[in-house]
């Protein structure tokens, strides 16, 4: 089946420093991106919605200067979270369509900001 | 989208059968009813999805309602792997691009031996 490959799994991080999180597509191509962020033993919150080509739409409350994402390309979605504080840390995960039913969701990266 | 409400946790034996519920009152007729577990640090898997009819793949069954005002998730014989918290959602299916999924608290299944 389709497979999204999301990178790193993990990272720890100085405040202050920005942090580039990665979600591949394997085998399709991915026009549309969506990532999520989730906090410990909550549920997954959507914060924007990438689609290949143009800007990025960011859901109510998240900052768009400070989640960055780009989908440059049909295969490729980032989200890079610029000037990291502790209260970044979070579970973000990226998904996309597949198919007419289907939707693939990344394996999620852990972030620290320490 | 239709909002749902699931029980926030439930135990159940490994070996047994574990009914998990769903109840989606405002659901409409094009919506179709999703169903995700995410095992802990892990992305969210696909387990099963349906509209009308109850539905049978490998992982699972789904059982909904002739009104379809809520539905049931089946894992016919649990075992431990199927520790995690499992998400109802319904979603319209629109012939021109993606679609948001929203999802709720889910339920916690926890699978003892």
């Known amino acids: 089946g389709a497979v999204v490959s999301q990178h790193p799994s993990w990272v720890i991080c100085k405040s202050g420093t920005s942090v580039k999180i990665e979600c591949r597509s394997l085998?399709?191509?991915?026009?549309?991106m969506f990532w999520y962020r989730q906090f410990p033993k909550q549920s997954l919150m959507l914060m924007a919605t990438?689609?290949?080509?143009?800007?990025?739409?960011?859901e109510q409350g998240v900052e768009k200067d400070k989640f960055l994402i780009n989908h440059a390309s049909l295969t490729l979605s980032t989200l890079t979270v610029t000037s990291a504080h502790p209260e970044d840390s979070s579970f973000y995960i990226c998904r996309t369509r597949t198919g007419e039913y289907g939707y693939t969701f990344g394996s999620g990266t852990r972030l620290t900001v320490v | 989208d239709a909002k749902t409400t699931q029980p926030t946790s439930m135990d159940c034996a490994e070996g047994r059968a574990a009914n998990l519920p769903c109840n989606h009152s405002?659901?409409?007729?094009?919506?179709?009813v999703y169903w995700y577990r995410q095992i802990h640090s892990q992305g969210p898997q696909y387990i099963i999805h349906g509209l009308k009819n109850n539905e049978t793949n490998e992982m699972a069954s789904l059982i909904i309602t002739e009104d379809r005002k809520s539905s049931t998730l089946i894992l016919p014989h649990a075992t431990l792997r199927d520790t995690a918290v499992y998400y109802c959602?319904?979603?319209?299916?629109?012939?021109?691009?993606?679609?948001?999924?929203?999802f709720g608290q889910g339920t916690r299944l926890t699978i003892n031996p």
């Open positions: 405002t659901i409409s007729g094009n919506e179709y």
């Open positions: 085998d399709f191509q991915a026009t549309t």
């Open positions: 990438s689609n290949e080509g143009s800007k990025a739409t960011y």
């Open positions: 959602i319904v979603r319209s299916i629109q012939i021109q691009g993606a679609q948001k999924l929203v």
